[in-house]
C-alpha cells in the first residue's frame, strides 16, 4: 500500500504562548515538526511528503529541516489563512496519478502516531474512501440547551484525531465544494460528510496518546509520553 501525506504546518500556534510557531518547539532536543514528519520518512508506505508551512516560517522552517538527510523528500507549500485553507493548498499541490490514491491530512502538532495506525488507516481509506483516526471520549458529555441539559451516550462518543486519509478524489472535491460555497468544517472529514452524505467515514480506532499539542500544558504531558516511548 502506498499513500501521499500532507502536514499541516502553518498555523500561529498561539495558544502555546511559545512566541513562535509552536512546530519549532524542542521537545528532548528536536523540534517537535521534526518528531512529526520522522513518523512518515520512516515509514515505507509513504509515497510523498508534503508539508504546508506559512509564508513567515519559511525561512526558517528549511533551514531547521535541511540538516536531515531526508530533506530531499519533503515538498513544501505555502499554506492558507485558516487550516482548512492550508489543507486546500497542500491537495493543490498533490501529484496524484490515480483518482483512488490515498492522501492522508495530519497536523504538524501530533508527533505521537504508531505506524500500525498509519497502515490501518491506509488500508481503510482505500477500501472506503474516507476514515480518519479516533479514540472513544472518556468524559461524560453534556449537552446544554436553553434551560436544561441532557446526558449523551457515550458510547457513540468519538474524538477525531488526525491523519485523516481519503482517495484523492474524494477530498479534493469535498475541498472545492467547501471553497465555493464558503464552508468552514472542524476538520477535513467533516467536509465529506457535509458534500457526501452517501459516503460513510470510517473510523479506525486509534490511540490516547496521539495527542495535539495545543497549551503550555501539553509540552509536559509530551515530553512524558517521549520518555515512555524511548524513541529518542
Ligand atoms: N494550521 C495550518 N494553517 C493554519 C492554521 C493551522 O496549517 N492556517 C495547522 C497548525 O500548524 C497545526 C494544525 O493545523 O499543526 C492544527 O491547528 P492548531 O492546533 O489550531 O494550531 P495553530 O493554529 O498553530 O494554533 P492556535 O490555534 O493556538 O494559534
Ligand atoms: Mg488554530
Known amino acids: 500500500m502506498e499513500y501521499h501525506v500532507i502536514v ?3 498555523g500561529q500556534g498561539k495558544r502555546m504562548k511559545a512566541g513562535k510557531n509552536k512546530q519549532f518547539i524542542q521537545l528532548q532536543n528536536e523540534a517537535l515538526i521534526v518528531h512529526t514528519l520522522r513518523n512518515f520518512v520512516q515509514d515505507d508506505w509513504c509515497k510523498s511528503i508534503y508539508i504546508v508551512i506559512s509564508q513567515e516560517d519559511q525561512v526558517e522552517m528549511k533551514a531547521l529541516l535541511k540538516n536531515y538527510p531526508w530533506f530531499d523528500q ?13 489543507g486546500y493548498q497542500g491537495i493543490k499541490a498533490i501529484k496524484a496519478d490515480m483518482p483512488d490514491e490515498v492522501v492522508m491530512i495530519h497536523d504538524g502538532a501530533r508527533p505521537f502516531i504508531e505506524q ?3 497502515h490501518q ?15 472513544q471520549v472518556t468524559d461524560t458529555i ?3 440547551r436553553a434551560d436544561r441539559i441532557e446526558t449523551l451516550d457515550r458510547a457513540t462518543l468519538w474524538a477525531a484525531q488526525t491523519p485523516q486519509a481519503f482517495h484523492y478524489t474524494v477530498i479534493k472535491k469535498a475541498h472545492e465544494l467547501a471553497k465555493e460555497q464558503q464552508f468552514t468544517g472542524t476538520d477535513d472529514a467533516s467536509l465529506v460528510e457535509e458534500y457526501m452524505p452517501y459516503l460513510p467515514v470510517e473510523i479506525v480506532e486509534g490511540s490516547y496518546q ?23
Not at 74 to 86: A, L, M, N, T, Y
Not at 216 to 221: S, Y
Open 8 to 10: 499541516l504546518a502553518a
Open 74 to 86: 519533503i515538498s513544501f507549500v505555502p499554506g492558507g489563512k485558516e487550516r482548512q485553507d492550508s
Open 116 to 118: 500500525y495506525h498509519l
Open 121 to 135: 488507516l491506509a488500508v481503510k481509506a482505500k477500501e472506503a474512501k474516507a476514515a480518519l483516526l479516533a479514540v
Open 142 to 144: 453534556k449537552r446544554r
Open 210 to 232: 496521539n495527542v495535539k499539542l495545543t497549551t503550555p500544558e501539553d509540552i509536559l504531558r509530551a515530553e512524558m509520553i517521549l520518555n515512555k516511548r524511548g524513541d529518542v
